[in-house]
């Protein structure tokens, strides 16, 4: 082949390649009927879920790198403002926040809002991650960091993640599928071990009891995975406990 016949097929090829180039642009800004379709369907994909996931994940790990010290709160959205307890919540994170402890919540009415509600009245840091749920719009008015998310387990991780400590106050089955996979975390190994405050012994005490009576005397769980769980009625005691374990692990850390 000669020297002409080289240079007429590298001019070839490298059409060729310029022209598939083209062609990729064009492809990804085509908004023909036929491409509008297509995008369409790929958003209800598997793919395409795992896309959002990861931009949850990513979204969250971003806003809350910095909080510092963390105590996630829980308990029933449907808890009204004149019940006591959502006073003692409220209560609660105004004495965290004002030791410089980050409250995270759900976001949501009830008692996520008593806890946004003391956290952010003491000047403190005052997390919601939401979650996309029918009853349940946007994150209540005392929420300074707000995150919003699809998925429960992303929403989950950000609870286990940042926090140093759990407050359960009374709630339904959110709460209790809270506690429950925070207790396994920590009974595990994939949690450090941290503080997991019940608030409310009338309301707690019966799960307890049957704990013991059933969980324990079967063989289910062993003794000190009950030794996780602190019940108490005082807000000033779980505070206080809380506040503890922060400045405990803070100063074995600074000695390493």
Do not use: C
């Not at 409220?90 to 956290?119: C, F, H, Q, S, Y």
């Not at 374990?245 to 390493?256: C, G, H, Q, V």
Request: aromatic share 10%.
């Amino acid at each position: 082949m000669s020297s002409t016949d080289d240079d007429a097929a590298a001019k070839a090829s490298a059409g060729r390649n310029r022209q598939g180039r083209n062609n990729e642009d064009r492809a990804l800004l085509s908004w023909s009927p036929e491409a509008r379709a297509e995008a369409a369907a790929f958003t209800h994909t598997d793919q395409w879920r795992v896309l959002r996931i990861v931009s949850e994940f990513v979204e969250g790990f971003d806003s809350l790198a910095d909080i510092g010290p963390s105590v996630s709160i829980f308990g029933s959205a449907r808890t009204a403002h004149d019940d006591p307890v959502y006073v003692q919540a409220d209560r609660v994170a105004e004495l965290l926040a004002g030791a410089g402890v980050t409250v995270i919540t759900g976001g949501g009415p009830g008692i996520m809002e008593a806890a946004n509600k003391g956290a952010a009245g003491a000047g403190g840091l005052s997390v919601g991650v939401g979650i996309d749920l029918p009853f349940e719009q946007g994150v209540n008015q005392y929420v300074t960091l707000p995150l919003q998310f699809r998925y429960f387990f992303v929403r989950k991780t950000m609870f286990a993640k940042y926090a140093n400590g759990f407050v359960f106050f009374p709630g339904g089955f959110g709460t209790l599928d809270e506690m429950f996979e925070i207790l396994t975390l920590i009974q595990t190994g994939k949690l450090d071990p941290m503080p997991v405050i019940l608030f409310g012994s009338d309301y707690w005490r019966g799960l307890l009891d049957w704990a013991r009576g059933t969980l324990l005397a079967g063989g289910k769980v062993s003794p000190g995975d009950l030794d996780l769980l602190t019940l108490t009625d005082d807000p000033e005691h779980a505070a206080t406990i809380l506040i503890s374990a922060i400045r405990e692990a803070n100063a074995d850390t600074t000695e390493r």
